[in-house]
T-cell receptor
Framework: DADVTQTPRNRITKTGKRIMLECSQTKGHDRMYWYRQDPGLGLRLIYY???????NKGEISDGYSVSRQAQAKFSLSLESAIPNQTALYFC???????????FGDGTRLSIL | AQTVTQSQPEMSVQEAETVTLSCTYDTSESNYYLFWYKQPPSRQMILVIRQEAYKQQNATENRFSVNFQKAAKSFSLKISDSQLGDTAMYFC??????????????FGKGITLSVRP
């Protein structure tokens, strides 16, 4: 079983819809991250969390929200999806005091 | 803020030959971490190699090695004996620390490497 699981793997939806991407981990890591990958731009940080009560905005948080439901679960929401949020989304985890970050397999999101 | 620059968008190499992927970064930190991640068509993000800035010795993992030049802020990846399975996008990434907000990764834009049979 994967250590960092993202669901769904792929999603196609329409403009204006609310979308939730989920991430769960079995690694016991306290830190979790959401990144977005766009062609030619690399990965950029959306939000990150150090524990259930500690959530921080990243470089491109506008239009997104997150929820850390438990140490093992970190969800990313798009309240009203727009086409320029079409991208590949990655969740990652990190254990305190160590490196590197461990990535899930990504969610490809297409907004029509 | 830190920046990571990968100036070559694409490279191609013949199977069994050696190729070097370039990466430069900008930071005012004295200690930090550098990584190369591989993203094959399956889109997984796979760690290739990591380097801790306080270590002077260049990291090596089998056919993969780095040339870490701290003063020049350069972190290139050398792939020896290239294999078809090395075909992928490669990302250089920087992390200023492993605690608190320093644990965020900053990525370069990536380079697409094609290995020709």
């Amino acid at each position: 079983d994967a250590d960092v699981t993202q669901t769904p793997r792929n999603r196609i939806t329409k403009t204006g819809k609310r979308i939730m991407l989920e991430c769960s981990q079995t690694k016991g890591h306290d830190r979790m991250y959401w990144y977005r990958q766009d062609p030619g731009l690399g990965l950029r940080l959306i939000y990150y969390s150090f524990d259930v009560k500690d959530i921080n905005k990243g470089e491109i948080s506008d239009g997104y929200s997150v929820s850390r439901q438990a140490q093992a679960k970190f969800s990313l929401s798009l309240e009203s999806a727009i086409p320029n949020q079409t991208a590949l989304y990655f969740c990652a985890t990190l254990n305190r005091g160590s490196s590197p970050q461990h990535f899930g397999d990504g969610t490809r999101l297409s907004i029509l | 803020a830190q920046t990571v620059t990968q100036s070559q968008p694409e490279m191609s190499v013949q199977e069994a030959e050696t190729v070097t992927l370039s990466c430069t970064y900008d930071t005012s930190e004295s200690n930090y971490y550098l990584f190369w991640y591989k993203q094959p068509p399956s889109r997984q993000m796979i760690l290739v190699i990591r380097q801790e800035a306080y270590k002077q010795q260049n990291a090596t993992e089998n056919r993969f090695s780095v040339n870490f030049q701290k003063a020049a802020k350069s972190f290139s990846l050398k792939i020896s004996d290239s294999q078809l399975g090395d075909t992928a996008m490669y990302f250089c990434a920087f992390m200023s620390g492993i605690t608190g907000a320093n644990s965020k990764l900053t990525f370069g834009k990536g380079i697409t490497l094609s290995v020709r049979p």
